[in-house]
Structure formats: C-alpha cells, structure tokens
C-alpha cells in the first residue's frame, strides 16, 4: 500500500518566513543610497519570487513521502565550521580565494560518490563558474564592494 500524497506545510511555511524576510529587506533598503540599495532589494526580490513559485507548485502538486535523509554528524559540523572559517578568512584573505577554498572544501565533504578523473574535473569548471559567476555578478553587475584581502 502507497501513502497518498502530501503537501510540504514545513516548506510552505519556511517560504512564508522568506516572503517576510524579503518584505522587510525591501522595505528597509528605502534608507540605503540607489547604489546601495540595489543588492539587497535584488535579493529581496528574488527571495519572495521563489518562495512564492514554491508555495504554489507545493499546493498544486503535493509529492510523495521522502524517503529519510542521508548524512552523517561529522559531515554537518564540518559544513559549520567551514563557514564559519570562510566568514573569518574572507577579509585576510580575499573573496574570490576564500570561496573557492571553502567551496572546494564543502564538495570534498558533501560528496557521497565515488571520486572519479572525469568527476572531478567536472566539479573543478563547474565550482570555478559558480563562484567566478557570483563574483562577477556582486562586483560588476551589483556593484557590492567585495574584499580583496591578499589574494582577491
């Protein structure tokens, strides 16, 4: 026998948090300069977009009972202390170099598949295009001051 199923009311409810938070974002980014305030309304505007498109699609399209997570205790506080050492090298350090350090070192961690040639270099362009992409788009694009520390 299949359970029927269900809707994600912890997922409706986390994206109704996110649509405040974004609400409260945008109305308080009203202070900030036009330049300033650029980057926090874009989040904010994306925040409360997706939130919304996933409170939507969960109440159209309830899905199946997931099956229970996999992971290890050693794995998630790993993942805290890494972002808490990219939070406290990115000023000595730099952007740019910290996020691939710690970006590289989160893959290391979160990867339950065996490490192959092709695998990793796959993970290696695509980890320089994501952090590279955001890079790009908080300097160039946003204009967001990023720390260049020593190395970026």
Not at 42 to 50: E, G, L, N, P, S
Not at 81 to 96: N, P, Q, R, T, Y
Not at 114 to 124: G, I, L, V
């Given at each position: 026998?299949?359970e029927a199923p269900?809707?994600?009311?912890?997922?409706?409810?986390?994206?109704?948090?996110?649509?405040?938070?974004?609400?409260?974002?945008?109305?308080?980014?009203?202070?900030?300069?036009?330049?300033?305030?650029?980057?926090?309304?874009?989040?904010?505007?994306?925040?409360?977009?997706?939130?919304?498109?996933?409170?939507?699609?969960?109440?159209?399209?309830p899905s199946a009972?997931?099956?229970?997570?996999?992971?290890?205790?050693?794995?998630?506080?790993?993942?805290?202390?890494?972002?808490?050492?990219?939070?406290?090298?990115?000023?000595?350090?730099?952007?740019?170099?910290?996020?691939?350090a710690c970006f590289?070192?989160?893959?290391?961690?979160?990867?339950?598949?065996?490490?192959?040639?092709?695998?990793?270099?796959?993970?290696?362009?695509?980890?320089?295009?994501?952090?590279?992409?955001?890079?790009?788009?908080?300097?160039?694009?946003?204009?967001?001051?990023?720390?260049?520390?020593?190395?970026?």
């Amino acid at each position: 026998m299949t359970e029927a199923p269900r809707r994600d009311v912890r997922g409706i409810l986390g994206a109704a948090v996110a649509i405040a938070a974004g609400a409260l974002a945008w109305y308080h980014a009203k202070e900030f300069s036009a330049m300033g305030s650029v980057f926090p309304r874009t989040v904010a505007a994306a925040m409360m977009i997706f939130a919304i498109v996933y409170i939507v699609v969960s109440v159209l399209r309830p899905s199946a009972p997931a099956a229970p997570p996999r992971g290890s205790a050693w794995r998630r506080v790993a993942l805290v202390a890494i972002l808490a050492a990219w939070s406290v090298l990115l000023e000595k350090v730099g952007f740019l170099a910290t996020s691939i350090a710690c970006f590289t070192a989160i893959l290391v961690i979160a990867n339950y598949d065996r490490w192959t040639p092709r695998s990793a270099a796959t993970y290696a362009v695509a980890g320089a295009a994501v952090v590279g992409g955001l890079y790009a788009i908080f300097r160039f694009v946003l204009q967001v001051p990023l720390p260049e520390g020593l190395l970026l």
